[in-house]
């Protein structure tokens, strides 16, 4: 099996920053990307931000300029610096990971339990 655990989550005023952080453990021969989605009630899952293994990056348009994602690949980690935050920022924020566990086996997607993101104006 594969975990994703995330950190970091909390309350935070408009203007103010916040880190996430997520580790992935298990049963882990590679970790292809990585990556941070959000979703607020009645909507779909957004992608927020993701890194592939060899360092490239997307972003959704709206926190481009605000968020910075980066990853430990030594540690499987992932982690999405937040900053000038906006009440529209409020989300569960979920850590994401394509994950490989053996050399020969395929490559299957992995979430996180979701830390939450409150942004008060």
């Known amino acids: 099996q594969v975990q994703l655990v995330e950190s970091g989550g909390g309350l935070v005023q408009a203007g103010g920053s916040l880190r996430l952080s997520c580790v992935a453990s298990?049963?882990?021969?590679?970790?292809?990307?990585m990556g941070w989605y959000r979703q607020v009630p009645g909507k779909q899952r957004e992608l927020v931000a993701r890194?592939?293994?060899?360092?490239?990056?997307s972003y959704a348009d709206s926190v481009k300029g605000r968020f910075i994602i980066s990853r430990d690949n030594a540690k499987n980690s992932v982690y999405l610096q937040m900053n000038s935050l906006k009440p529209e920022d409020t989300a569960v924020y979920y850590c994401?990971?394509?994950?490989?566990?053996?050399?020969?086996?395929?490559?299957?997607?992995?979430w996180g339990q979701g830390t939450q993101v409150t942004v008060s104006s």
């Open positions: 994401h990971a394509e994950v490989r566990r053996t050399v020969a086996a395929p490559t299957w997607s992995y």
């Open positions: 298990g049963s882990i021969f590679r970790v292809n990307s």
């Open positions: 890194m592939i293994s060899g360092g490239s990056t």
